[in-house]
């Protein structure tokens, strides 16, 4: 009986162990095949967006270029400016008194924050490539960003050539070898800027904060057209933290943010205005045109958009909007819109 009973025993073990090896093995043959099959459209996304913003690049180099180059000349007139440098005593600042002084050892922290800050938009303008949902594009975005930069960086260039203070930084202070520099040997030298130790280490650029110019225009542009209101309201926070950051580091005295604040974001405000309004993927099917150009080149857009959409619109249709002012809608307005116009 008892070894009847192990048998009966030994046999249901053996039927539960081959199910559970089965179900493992369907389990794992059904995840290859959703990844396979998520894998194959996400390539699919990717080389059909890439064909998209290839288009573009091809009608906006000459923008995109023109605020690259612009780039490295704010980069030299900085670096002009540090040779008209003087050190001398920090000058009395009100930031100063209210807000504890870091110390050198822990000036990293703002670089940290403005890094993260940095990068993380510099991901969001990529993600047309990955994510279905796609509410912008890459090349048109950083055609506007360079834009508001381009503005924001030759007052500031006119600002710190008008004026000269001393450097509260403490590479820049009295007895720092690195506070002057000696006239330049040659022309190269200054052309070279000495990259990059003479941007981190530069002097005499103060009014108004570079860093504040790139974090301004980044969270006022994701504002303008980023969707998740969680994240426009961490952007300002971080903002906030940022422009103490700077001050409590010494790297910048507190006039230097508090221009940066009204200065950058007049500048949005007014540049804005005069761009073309940027398209709205959540609401047009078909890509603007950018230019008026002959029919051909409306063709090939339309061709080129159909990858990402699978369908095709009345060409009279490619100025339709959500909304005037060419901002996206948030998340929770999206599917509103959306219903609306169709006449949900």
Known sequence: MESSRYSVTTTASSTTSSSSTITTY?????????IGREASKLWKRVCAETTTEINL????????????VFQYIHGLAARGVHYLHRPGPTL???????????????AYISESLFTVIFLSFVLWTFHPFIFKSKKIYTVLIWCRVLAFLCASQFLRIVTFYSTQLPGPNYHCR????????PHPKSVAEVLLINFPHGVIYGCGDLIFSSHMIFTLVFV????????RRCIKQLGWTLIVIQSLLIVASRKHYTV???????????????????????????AATLLLPLSTKDNKDGRNKEENHKLLNGNSVDPSDWRQRTQSNGKILED????????????A
């Open 256 to 282: 230097d943010v508090v221009v940066a604040w009204y200065t950058v974001n007049l500048v949005v405000f007014f540049v804005e205005k005069k761009l073309q309004e940027l398209p709205d993927r959540t």
């Open 26 to 34: 369907n389990n794992k043959k059904n995840m290859s095949l959703y």
């Open 332 to 343: 929770g307005h999206a599917h509103h819109a959306d219903s609306t116009k169709n006449g």
């Open 174 to 181: 009295e007895g720092s070898p690195l506070a002057t520099l």
């Open 92 to 106: 009395q600042d009100l930031g100063f008194f209210l807000l504890p002084e870091l110390g050198q050892e822990r």
């Open 220 to 227: 006022n542009t994701y504002q303008r057209y980023g969707t």
């Open 57 to 68: 690049l091809v009608e906006n180099w000459k923008y995109l270029l023109a605020g690259l």
